[in-house]
């Protein structure tokens, strides 16, 4: 019973190299968000995705890309890495949008760009 | 989209003590609400939630919240706190398709 999934659970990296977030859940949910958690600022939405091949701009998306080719892996790609970039990172699911959008969390990814 | 606002940054209660943490969203229409908490080196996971019906929900270990739709206000209470709910504690509503949450508040309960 595994629920959200996401590695690493750390990582450092330097300033201009690229990265992979992996997030994959077990409970067949079609949607699927991807959070950055920064002290003071909550969570705020970098992407979504409503179900596999699909997916949508949040609040903060500039640096980042996703995929959603399987309804299970939902990967978040930080291309070069900037400071401004270190954060914790959140994968969550849902059974879906709305008023049934309750959303299970992975346990986070710190990412430090140095 | 929506925004949310949370009016406390940090909390502190003394064991006993009432609470009630404050949080608006910015404008009407057909939301759900929820309030998720974050206990230390834990991930978020859900306290309770609205979609209609009675504004006053019950949620885990004692918490309750209520819907003032005039208001657009979403407040979370608990007569009496414990040590064990020194937490982070976040608001968030779901319009459409995405979840936004506000800033969160910190609560630390002395014992």
């Known amino acids: 019973n595994a629920g959200v999934t996401q590695t690493p659970k750390f990582r450092i990296l330097k300033i201009g190299q690229s990265m992979t977030l992996q997030c994959a859940q077990d409970?067949?949910?079609?949607?699927m968000y991807w959070y950055r958690q920064d002290p003071g600022m909550g969570l705020k939405l970098i992407y979504y995705s409503v179900g596999a091949g699909i997916t949508d701009k949040g609040e903060v998306p500039n640096g980042y890309n996703v995929s959603r080719s399987t309804t299970e892996d939902f990967p978040l790609r930080l291309e070069l890495a900037a400071p401004s970039q270190t954060s914790v990172y959140f994968c969550?699911?849902?059974?879906?949008?709305?008023?049934?959008?309750?959303?299970?969390f992975g346990e986070g990814s710190r990412l430090t760009v140095l | 989209a929506q925004s949310v606002s949370q009016h406390n940054h940090h909390v502190i209660l003394s064991e006993a003590a009432s609470l009630e943490l404050g949080c608006n969203y910015s404008y009407g229409g057909t939301v759900n609400l929820f309030w998720y908490v974050q206990y230390p080196g834990q991930h978020l996971q859900l306290l309770l939630k609205y979609f209609s019906g009675d504004p006053l929900v019950k949620g885990i270990k004692g918490f309750e919240a209520e819907f003032i739709k005039s208001k657009f206000s979403f407040n979370l209470r608990k007569p009496s706190v414990q040590w064990s709910d020194t937490a982070e504690y976040f608001c968030?509503?779901?319009?459409?398709?995405?979840?936004?949450f506000g800033a969160g508040t910190r609560l630390t309960v002395k014992p």
């Open positions: 409970m067949n949910h079609n949607y």
């Open positions: 968030a509503v779901n319009e459409v398709n995405d979840m936004r």
């Open positions: 969550a699911s849902s059974r879906s949008g709305g008023a049934a959008g309750e959303l299970f």
